[in-house]
């Protein structure tokens, strides 16, 4: 492994009753970047993610973490170890307070030292940092809202607050923009811009204009392999990837 590599996978491969939804993929992230997983639909992306955070458990292969083998630990302590997905929708507490929300977050019990906050963790430094944190995506004047009564795209910027609630190094993103207007996927955008300044992200997304504006680096999976991988400009060209596109070229495609 090179030293800028945060997350790394070796023949990273899943069975389905011998259906392979994933075939010997080798993923090298570099910290500090944000790299798109991209494909068609069933390519693998979202199976690949559930391998990276634990939830599915790889037929064979191997995924190393600052060059450390994870592959055989359980989700709670690749999280604790810094790796954090976003959570679902569902995961927002509906009638909680936003605010309340990333305090609940907050107090998230991981056990660990890596809440850098805990020796303030009385309830006036949870609101402090829960603001921050509000203010960090855009939602500090949604702060005494009940979350139920967000907008769908101030919904996801509060799920991405709980997740940075964590305090990941590596965050991953299944489809942030999925469902969006316009607007929206601009502000998410900037904000995924602003958190990618000190945390890697790995991230899934189908609207190819937001992978070419965000990405360092582009992979490509086709019926889970890998088919491509470079920055936006080589990969977008690379014939076998307009073909996976189903004949469209991956510039159409973005503007679909
Ligand atoms: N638990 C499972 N059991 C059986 N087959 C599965 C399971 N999960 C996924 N698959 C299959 O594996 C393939 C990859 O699915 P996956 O969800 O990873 O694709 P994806 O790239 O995320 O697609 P999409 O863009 O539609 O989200 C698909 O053919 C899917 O039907
Ligand atoms: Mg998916």
Do not use: C
Request: aromatic share 6%.
């Amino acid at each position: 492994m090179t030293a800028d590599v945060i997350l790394e996978t070796h023949g990273l491969t899943k069975e389905f009753r011998g259906f392979v939804a994933v075939r010997n993929v080798n993923l090298q992230v570099r910290r500090g970047t944000i790299h798109a997983l991209i494909g068609p639909n069933g390519a693998g992306k979202t199976t690949v993610f559930n391998l990276l955070t634990k939830f599915l458990a790889p037929t064979s292969g191997r995924i190393l973490y600052h060059g450390r083998d994870i592959t055989a630990m359980k989700p709670a302590d690749v999280a604790r170890l810094g790796i954090v997905r976003s959570f679902q929708i569902s995961a927002v507490f509906a009638h909680l307070s936003v605010l309340e929300n990333v305090r609940v977050a907050l107090q998230r019990p991981l056990g660990t030292s890596f809440h850098f906050w805990k020796p303030e963790s009385t309830l006036a430094g949870l609101d402090r940092r829960a603001l921050e944190l509000l203010d960090a995506v855009g939602l500090p004047e949604f702060a005494d809202r009940p979350a139920a009564e967000l907008p769908y795209g101030r919904k996801r910027a509060l799920e991405i607050a709980t997740t940075l609630a964590l305090d990941p190094a590596m965050l991953l993103l299944d489809e942030p923009m999925a469902g969006m207007g316009h607007e929206d996927i601009g502000r998410i955008a900037g904000l995924i811009r602003r958190i990618a300044r000190d945390r890697t992200i790995l991230m899934v997304e189908h609207n190819l204009n937001v992978v070419a504006d965000l990405s360092d680096t582009i992979t490509v999976l086709s019926r889970g392999e890998v088919l491509a991988e470079g920055p936006y400009a080589a990969v977008s060209r690379d014939p076998r990837v307009m073909e996976a596109y189903m004949g469209t070229t991956v510039e159409e495609a973005g503007h679909a």
